[in-house]
């Protein structure tokens, strides 16, 4: 017996659908790097900060987009390690500091032109008055960048947004960052030492 064509145009279509959702689930995992992105699907971004080199990375589908020069915590108020989010994104933003002190957007505000605020509360990624600060362990906890910095990050990150926050170099550290050796010898080289 023969069956209807009704129902085998029915069993195809949910063949269809079947390897179409298997293929997507397999994307999904992104293991081999081979999978295009989905019309108007949101890359993987992450951003990761090492505190001892005092740079930020914006990582997209695993690969390196950029690198900024930061400044972390001061000894006394050091920058927390952990994995957070991004939970605000503030363009000129105004600052409450201690004692009631408010400075609201323009060049004396301490956290610059643009505030990313984390999933930890008071801290964030932000802009700075102060850019020679930038490359030191200055900041009160947060990571501090150079303006023109903080807008180029702000423009290509998101709320939601993952956040790592590293105390020590890791294997993935290194491999995004480099190493200390070399870095040090980058530094040797172009001072002419």
């Known amino acids: 017996m023969r069956p209807h064509p ?45 505190i001892p080199d005092r740079k930020l990375a914006l990582i997209e589908d695993g690969r390196v987009v950029k690198i900024y020069s930061t400044a972390v915590g001061a000894p006394s108020s050091p920058t927390p390690s952990g994995t957070y989010t991004i939970v605000q994104r ?14 609201g957007p323009g060049k004396n505000n301490p956290v610059g032109t643009r505030w990313m605020g984390l999933s930890r509360r008071g801290y964030g990624i932000h802009g700075t008055n102060n850019p020679a600060s930038i490359g030191h362990n200055a900041s009160h906890g947060c990571i501090r960048m150079r303006n023109r910095d903080a807008e180029d990050l702000f423009a290509r990150v998101a709320v939601g947004d993952v956040v790592e926050l590293h105390a020590e170099r890791d294997v993935e550290v290194t491999r995004i960052f480099g190493t200390t050796e070399i870095v040090s010898a980058m530094t040797s080289a172009g001072s002419g030492q």
């Open 90 to 103: 503030i363009p000129n933003p105004t600052w409450y500091g201690p004692n009631s002190k408010v400075v």
């Open 6 to 50: 009704e129902t085998i145009r029915n069993l195809r279509s949910l063949m269809a659908i079947a390897l179409v959702a298997a293929a997507e689930a397999l994307c999904q995992e992104k293991q081999s790097g081979i999978c295009p992105p989905a019309a108007g699907a949101r890359p993987e971004r992450r951003i990761v900060v090492s």
